[in-house]
T-cell receptor, first 113, second 113 residues
Framework: KAGVTQTPRYLIKTRGQQVTLSCSPI?????VSWYQQTPGQGLQFLFE???????NKGNFPGRFSGRQFSNSRSEMNVSTLELGDSALYLC????????????FGPGTRLLVL | AQSVTQLGSHVSVSEGALVLLRCNYS??????LFWYVQYPNQGLQLLLK??????LVKGINGFEAEFKKSETSFHLTKPSAHMSDAAEYFC???????????FGTGTSLTVIP
């Protein structure tokens, strides 16, 4: 099976712009979670989607949003970018149960100038 | 809310020496526990997981971890460090009914030749 893929891998934006990141989960996986990783804050949970519904949400401002499509692919959007949004954004997919392993993609590295 | 504590943000060991990375969790009910490894500019890769079966869990690359309920710990060990083990290691927990992973802040492992 193909692994989790994320596009684009690298992105440079300027403050105030918006960005959309894409994640394609492993075939058959219905859960997609998003994380922000920064040197100072570590791995922080953004949100999880399961069968097109947001099932869980972390403590991020409303500028961060996401959605999941019927084929389980997910997108994450960040509006009005700030310098502090520069990070590695990781997507992870699983079958959705609590004991299931999350499989991570390689991430999208976002740099906000 | 769950919390995961990884003692030691940086650990250095000599090649061939024992690797011990510590992880403690806070939960009144034993959760599901995971160890992930992250190499530079890559996503996270599962090393091993505990899902209430055997308390000693063997993973990939010679790593293993022991779940100790009385100590609320899930420390990661490897008898003999290899240069290729140099990476960032993350402990994560997920409750029996929860849908969110809680990650520790990570431990950077350096292997000295």
């Amino acid at each position: 099976k193909a692994g989790v893929t994320q596009t684009p891998r690298y992105l440079i934006k300027t403050r105030g712009q918006q960005v959309t990141l894409s994640c394609s989960p492993i075939s058959g996986h219905r859960s997609v979670s998003w994380y922000q990783q920064t040197p100072g804050q570590g791995l922080q949970f953004l949100f999880e989607y399961f069968s097109e519904t947001q099932r869980n949400k972390g403590n991020f401002p409303g500028r961060f949003s996401g959605r999941q499509f019927s084929n389980s692919r997910s997108e994450m959007n960040v509006s009005t970018l700030e310098l502090g949004d520069s990070a590695l954004y990781l997507c992870a997919s699983s079958q959705g149960g609590a004991r299931e392993t999350q499989y991570f993609g390689p991430g999208t590295r976002l740099l906000v100038l | 809310a769950q919390s995961v504590t990884q003692l030691g943000s940086h650990v250095s060991v000599s090649e061939g020496a024992l690797v011990l990375l510590r992880c403690n969790y806070s939960s009144s009910v034993p959760p599901y526990l995971f160890w992930y490894v992250q190499y530079p500019n890559q996503g996270l890769q599962l090393l091993l997981k505990y899902t209430s079966a055997a308390t000693l869990v063997k993973g990939i690359n010679g790593f293993e971890a022991e779940f100790k309920k009385s100590e609320t710990s899930f420390h990661l060990t490897k008898p003999s460090a290899h240069m290729s083990d140099a990476a960032e290691y993350f402990c994560a927990v997920r409750t029996l009914t929860g849908n969110q992973f809680y990650f520790g802040t990570g431990t950077s492992l350096t292997v000295i030749p």
